[in-house]
């Protein structure tokens, strides 16, 4: 009779772990579904939701919005980054080798490498682009 005990005990518990995971999942399903109708009804009736609301698509809008700013920052820090290795290798080279032109040659590459990554955040768009499926389409 012990060792029968013994052996239910755990599958007591890994089957209220699995009956808890469920009843959560569907009460999540169906908190979201309570929240989509209370958005679609006040679409209907005209009033535009809070941002509060949806934070979910609040913070989506707002990451396309910092997407253009957050590719040129990284191409400018990119680029200014290459330059100073480039500048730290052309020096070291320099003064370690008979040849300038050999620091300069290796040097200079990374340089010019970080000046284009550099022009390149100058030509990146400010303003942030939608994806084509939000654009409006005319009637």
Same mark, same amino acid.
């Given at each position: 009779?012990?060792?029968?005990?013994?052996?239910?005990?755990? $599958?007591?518990? $890994?089957?209220?772990?699995?009956?808890?995971?469920?009843?959560?999942i569907r009460a999540g399903a169906r908190l979201r579904e309570l929240r989509i109708r209370e958005r679609i009804a006040m679409i209907e009736k005209g009033l535009v939701p809070a941002p509060?609301?949806?934070p979910g698509g609040f913070d989506r809008a707002m990451g396309r919005h910092d997407l253009a700013y957050?590719?040129? /920052? /990284?191409? /400018?820090?990119?680029? $200014?980054?290459?330059?100073?290795?480039?500048?730290?290798?052309?020096l070291l080279i320099?003064?370690?080798?008979?040849?300038?032109?050999?620091?300069?040659?290796?040097?200079?590459?990374?340089v010019v490498l970080g000046l284009?990554?550099?022009i390149n955040s100058l030509f990146e768009s400010r303003a942030p682009s939608l994806p084509r499926s939000e654009h409006k389409?005319?009637?």
């Open positions: 009779m012990g060792s029968e005990v013994f052996w239910l005990i755990p $599958i007591v518990g $890994i089957l209220g772990g699995i009956s808890v995971a469920i009843t959560s509060e609301v949806d957050s590719r040129a /920052r /990284r191409h /400018r820090s990119a680029g $200014i980054t290459m330059m100073g290795v480039g500048f730290g290798l052309m320099t003064m370690l080798s008979t040849s300038a032109r050999t620091g300069l040659g290796v040097g200079g590459f990374l284009a990554c550099l389409s005319l009637p």
